[in-house]
């Protein structure tokens, strides 16, 4: 995952209330490995959603596509929000005036769903991997690829 771009500035929101405003423009690639050995698989996913705690900071899209037998392909997808109102539930860590003092816990959560047509479509099978990552956003990491193939930056079930 690789923050581009990060941003909170004061502003109005739709009903006219001053308030905090977040932009985020990130990119996230993910490793998709199709192991089986008689049967490709097709793959939908649900849309990347980026939570600060419970508030939708920012959503990107997966394309749906077809994955043959022993095959794999790295998606890159695009995770981003422009001018969400925030209303002072991000706070600025450290006081600082430079954007290197920025601290934000988030949370990157999507569900890949794979479906394989074994014989025919008379037998097939169902995979759901529900994906959730932890991630702290930094300032000083914004440009930088964060690694999130340490075990304890993911969970899948």
Do not use: W
């Not at 581009?4 to 308030?19: K, L, P």
């Not at 450290?94 to 025919?120: E, K, M």
């Amino acid at each position: 995952m690789k923050f581009e771009h990060f941003n909170v500035q004061a502003g109005i929101d739709g009903s006219g209330v001053q308030t905090d405003l977040l932009s985020l423009n990130s990119t996230v690639k993910i490793f998709f490995r199709n192991p089986a050995t008689f049967f490709g698989v097709h793959v939908t996913a649900t849309p990347l959603q980026l939570y600060y705690y419970n508030l939708n900071i920012a959503t990107g899209h997966i394309k749906n596509f077809y994955e043959a037998r022993k095959r794999n392909r790295v998606l890159v997808t695009v995770v981003e929000g422009y001018q969400i109102p925030v209303y002072g539930a991000v706070p600025i860590v450290g006081g600082g005036d430079d954007g290197n003092t920025v601290s934000v816990p988030l949370n990157l959560t999507f569900v890949i769903r794979s479906r394989a047509y074994i014989l025919g479509r008379l037998v097939k099978s169902k995979f759901y991997t529900h994906v959730l990552c932890q991630v702290a956003l930094s300032g000083d990491h914004v440009g930088k690829p964060i690694n999130l193939m340490t075990p304890e930056s993911c969970t899948y079930h």
